[in-house]
């Protein structure tokens, strides 16, 4: 249970994650932010002199705040999978680099991740925005088979997108497609209404 414990405490910060209560106890909300390139004076509840991030300021005067935190990788995937999960990415298989993409692995289905252990204690939970931990044969390594009730967002990095300019579900793209090694994921759409 120590164990469990800890790894929930390393685990306050996320993709875009939003974990709504959803029983008749009052049991507190949880929005876990992991956002990739932003640094921990970057924002101006962290005093940054000119940055002005009001609604993160809200979230962050009416809740935690942590001052002390390291990411378990410098890339995209591995510290999802770590922060997730509270394991070192490597345990996960989840290193060194990052899913594309041309990847057919995901983050290994037998991980306990966050939300499955908040769905024990009676949460609803959702994420939005980039998973970055693999898509596989039939979506099977997206968020909604790792303990995710919905998920809204991109399975990759906005750059490996077909098209410059790219919108869910159905919108087409505002500049010329790029064709190669990555065109197939003009499927992107169709993907992540899978999970929907």
């Known amino acids: ?56 300021d809200k979230l962050a005067s009416e809740g935690l705040v942590f001052t002390q935190f390291y990411t378990a990788s410098p890339v995209c995937s591995p510290s999802r999978a770590a922060l997730l999960t509270g394991r070192y990415q490597t345990r996960s298989g989840i290193y060194p680099g990052v899913f594309d993409a041309d990847s057919i692995g995901g983050l290994p289905l037998n991980e306990t991740t966050i939300a499955e252990l908040l769905k024990e204690d009676g ?7 980039k998973w970055h931990l693999g898509v596989g044969e039939g979506g099977m390594y997206l968020p909604t088979h790792q303990g ?31 064709v190669g ?16």
């Open 148 to 178: 995710f009730d919905s998920y809204f967002g991109i399975p990759y990095s906005h750059d490996m997108c077909p098209c410059y300019t790219c919108f869910y579900p159905n919108i087409s793209c505002y500049d010329k497609c790029r």
């Open 1 to 56: 249970c120590g164990i469990r414990n800890m790894a929930l405490g390393k685990l306050l910060l996320v993709i875009f994650v939003v974990i709504l209560a959803n029983s008749a106890e009052c049991k507190p909300n949880i929005v876990l932010i992991f956002a990739d390139d932003l640094g921990f004076g970057d924002l101006s509840c962290y005093g940054h002199p000119t940055s002005t991030t009001p609604i993160i």
């Open 181 to 196: 090694k990555h065109a197939y994921m003009h499927t992107l759409g169709l993907v992540i209404q899978l999970i929907l």
């Open 123 to 129: 949460y609803s939970t959702a994420i939005v925005g």
